[in-house]
């Protein structure tokens, strides 16, 4: 098992920035698929980002992509989500996630098999 804590979440203005961080513990790190999801109120968990465990390949969902970036360090058992230009629509808990084994990309809830218990962001436009 691997347990995952999330922080970096708050309030920010549209147009801003913000880094969520994710430290994971338990499992050796670099065995680890990592990835962030987001639930905006009253809508379903969807796929963000994922990073392979070297950290050589990356993928995002369209809406973030070009203004997310999704990096790890394996060194501080670490993965981030640097969010820039950020919209209203981007408001929402955001989930840090882990797969043991999974298909590229790991897309769907199911492909996934640890989470964290989310950090909520806020944009206000």
């Not at 994710?22 to 680890?32: M, N």
């Not at 990356?58 to 501080?76: E, L, M, P, Q």
């Not at 989500?81 to 981007?90: C, I, R």
Request: proline fraction near 3%; include cysteine; glycine fraction near 12%.
């Amino acid at each position: 098992q691997v347990q995952l804590v999330e922080s970096g979440g708050g309030l920010v203005q549209a147009g801003g920035s913000l880094r969520l961080s994710c430290a994971a513990s338990g499992r050796t790190f670099s065995t680890l698929t990592m990835g962030w999801f987001r639930q905006a109120p009253g809508k379903e968990r969807e796929f963000a980002a994922a990073i392979t465990r070297s950290g050589g390949n990356t993928y995002y969902t369209s809406s973030v992509k070009g203004r997310f970036t999704i990096s790890r360090d394996n060194a501080k058992n670490t993965v981030y989500l640097q969010m820039n230009s950020l919209k209203p629509e981007d408001t929402a808990v955001y989930y840090c996630a882990a797969a043991w084994h999974s298909n590229w990309p790991p897309l769907k809830y199911g492909d996934w098999d640890e989470w964290g218990q989310g950090t909520q962001v806020t944009v206000s436009s």
